[in-house]
Structures are given as structure tokens and as C-alpha cells.
């Protein structure tokens, strides 16, 4: 039973706008490749094999929406994760889009702990299921 009810109406409010910025395929390939580390424009066109015009775009919005900051390196602006608590839901859901969930959720259980300290991300752990031996 939930015992702050409004609590739990904001976050789940946060965490729709969370999972609104990750709605997009274009965004989600470009966390995902950030999950492994900082990245320059040139080289999401080049790995990701995205186009500049919808890459800025897609760039700009993840910044508006607080999950990437940037960093000028000589010529090139540096993108990274704002926050890293975001990765262990990218490495779920990119295990999900290459359809390995079962691994992923062994691989990288959740960090309860880190969930409750970042409720503006993560709401809660519902469950946390293991094939049985």
C-alpha cells in the first residue's frame, strides 16, 4: 500500500516525462551510445549513422529535457549523460530492443538504494525476477 500518494503522483509524473524523451528511436540510439561514454556530433553521424539536421534536433531536445550536457573540445561539441543514474534504464530497454530482457535484468539488477535517491527517475522496483536454478 503507498503511504505519500501525492508522492507517487509525482513521480510518476517525472517518470512520464522521462520515458516521453526516450519515445523516439533517433534518442534512444543516441543515449544508448552515450551509456558507453562521451560523444561528438561526427562521430553519432558516423556510429549511429544519423543525419545532422535531425541529429542536432534530436540533440537539442535531450538537452531541453536535462539528459545530456555538452562540452567544447577544441572544434567539437562533446555530448554526455547528465545524470548516469539514467543508464541502468537504457541498458533494460536496449536489452529489450535486441530482445535479451532475461540477461540484462540479471546483469545489471537494480541498485535499490540508487532508485530511492533518485526518485525523479526511477519510481520503484516492482520486481526482481531470476530464473530459478
Known sequence: M???????VSCAENAAE????LANPQRLLILCRLVEG???VAIFEAELGLRQPSLSQNLGQLRTAGL???ERVSRNIVYQLADPRIAPILGVLQ????????A???????????AK????????VFAITREIP
Open 2 to 8: 503507498v503511504s505519500n500518494f501525492a508522492e507517487l
Open 18 to 21: 522521462l520515458l516521453k524523451s
Open 38 to 40: 562521451p560523444c561528438a
Open 68 to 70: 545530456v550536457t555538452t
Open 95 to 102: 536489452a529489450a530492443m535486441m530482445g535479451d530482457l532475461n
Open 104 to 114: 540484462a535484468a540479471l546483469q545489471n539488477p537494480v541498485d535499490i538504494k540508487l
Open 117 to 124: 535517491q533518485s526518485r525523479d527517475i526511477a519510481c520503484g
